[in-house]
């Protein structure tokens, strides 16, 4: 079971890990429309077929980075939730604690190894 300090500094980490998600989407967000501009700035017919696939494949990878990111932030948001209505800590499936150790690596998660 985690002791009152453990829980605040697994709370503090996982504020933090949201704003640093957060600010990661927002860049990746913000990548994806910059990329775009430029595109839209270059001629509108492009003379070899290659330029557009490039752009088309970092706006890919760009995309499946913030999705990511995103995916995470979600599973950061439960765990906060977690705190508010007391179930932090305690595996969704078999509701036998989660050991600190395991928190301590991955601080969102749900359940037990093997679970």
Not at 5 to 10: D, I, S, V
Not at 47 to 54: E, L, S, V
């Amino acid at each position: 079971m985690l002791d009152e300090q453990k829980k605040q500094e697994l709370k503090q980490r996982l504020l933090d890990e949201k704003s640093r998600l957060e600010r990661q989407i927002a860049r990746e967000n913000q990548e994806i429309v910059d990329m775009s501009s430029d595109q839209a700035n270059e001629n509108t017919y492009s003379n070899h077929m290659a330029d557009d696939g490039g752009f088309l494949a970092d706006i890919d990878r760009t995309t499946t980075i913030r999705e990511n990111f995103q995916v995470t932030l979600k599973q950061v948001n439960a765990a906060l939730e977690r705190f508010d209505n007391g179930t932090y800590g305690i595996s969704e499936v078999s509701g036998k604690p989660i050991p600190a150790e395991r928190l301590e690596v991955l601080p969102w998660a749900t359940r037990l190894v093997g679970e």
